[in-house]
């Protein structure tokens, strides 16, 4: 069974500072890979997926993630945060070979922005 | 708009009595999904269905149920069999495809809390 692992739990970086939040998976191939975001209280959005081909993906929000496969990591990363990328952040996993129901997420990094 | 509706935001039951969450999607999709969303545990699936008067056993099924008589619509049920029916519940929902993934839209969610 496929896992993903989120080692922050907690993040917080200054108004203007970049930021990666980590994400690795457990997977006997290369999985379908995303990035969604959560607002307090709210729903799921997604940022960003990465099926195949460039490595280097762009999302919503000035979002981009990098998959590697030698390190079975999608690192989400912004170059300059803004007050409002505040959220909780889940990276999730599903395998190539079942329906969309295998939706595997990780834990979550919830990220704070100080001024 | 088209979109997933959840209602309502906030529940309180009492201990022992059954409770249904409602889930309608207007996106025409042929897929819905229940979700459970603990601090610090992610996104576990309870249970879903991709047509109608069909559903299937999620990773944690145990104390709810679902039935899905109409497309648009897929409630939950959490029964007194539930033991820790306290959380939020994030319901989804996708088309199907033959091959690749479909992407999950998520509602905003019901925040449920048995006193």
């Known amino acids: 069974a496929q896992s993903v692992t989120q080692p922050d739990i907690h993040i917080t970086v200054s108004e203007g500072a970049s930021l990666e939040l980590r994400c690795n998976y457990s997977?006997?191939?290369?999985?379908?890979l995303f990035w969604y975001v959560q607002s307090p209280g709210q729903g799921l959005q997604l940022l960003l997926k990465?099926?195949?081909?460039?490595?280097l993906v762009q999302g919503i929000k000035g979002f981009e993630a990098e998959f590697k496969r030698s390190q079975s990591s999608f690192n989400l990363r912004k170059p300059s945060v803004h007050w409002s990328d505040a959220a909780e952040y889940f990276c999730?996993?599903?395998?190539?070979?079942?329906?969309?129901?295998?939706?595997?997420f990780g834990t979550g990094t919830r990220l704070t922005i100080i001024p | 708009d088209g979109g997933i509706t959840q209602s309502p935001k906030y529940l309180f039951r009492k201990e022992g009595q059954n409770v249904t969450l409602s889930c309608e999607q207007n996106?025409?999709?042929?897929?819905m999904y229940w979700y459970r969303q603990d601090p610090g545990q992610g996104l576990r699936l309870i249970y879903y269905?991709?047509?109608?008067?069909?559903?299937q056993k999620g990773d944690i099924a145990e104390g709810y149920s679902v039935s899905r008589e109409k497309k648009e619509s897929f409630p939950l049920t959490v029964t007194s069999a539930q033991k820790n029916p306290t959380a939020f519940y994030l319901c989804a929902s996708s088309r199907i495809g033959i091959g690749g993934y479909n992407e999950q839209f998520f509602g905003p969610g019901t925040r449920l809390t048995v006193l």
């Open positions: 996106l025409n999709h042929d897929a």
């Open positions: 999730a996993v599903a395998p190539t070979n079942f329906g969309n129901e295998k939706l595997t």
């Open positions: 269905s991709q047509i109608v008067n069909d559903f």
């Open positions: 990465y099926f195949s081909g460039d490595t």
């Open positions: 997977y006997g191939a290369t999985p379908y």
